[in-house]
């Protein structure tokens, strides 16, 4: 099973990452990293079907998915 890793400390919440979930989990958080971003995060990694589109549009390269 897939599963999404979010290195949320380097995040900058652009937001780009959540357009391109097709299963609509990867979403921005409620908390604040120590830059002052609201980093996106995963809701229900147990849909996550490894198609590693928000990792391939994450400008940061904050997102690894882990098979």
Same mark, same amino acid.
């Given at each position: ?9 380097? *995040?900058?919440?652009?937001? !780009? #990452? ?13 908390? $604040? ?8 995060? *995963?809701?229900?990694?147990? !849909? #996550? ?13 904050? $997102?690894?998915?882990?098979?």
């Amino acid at each position: 099973m897939p599963k999404p890793v979010f290195n949320q400390e380097r *995040c900058k919440g652009c937001e !780009l #990452c959540t357009l391109v979930c097709p299963k609509k989990i990867v979403v921005i958080s409620s908390r $604040i990293n120590s830059k002052g971003y609201r980093p996106a995060m *995963c809701t229900d990694e147990s !849909l #996550c079907i490894g198609c590693m589109l928000c990792a391939r549009a994450c400008p940061d390269v904050v $997102i690894e998915i882990h098979k």
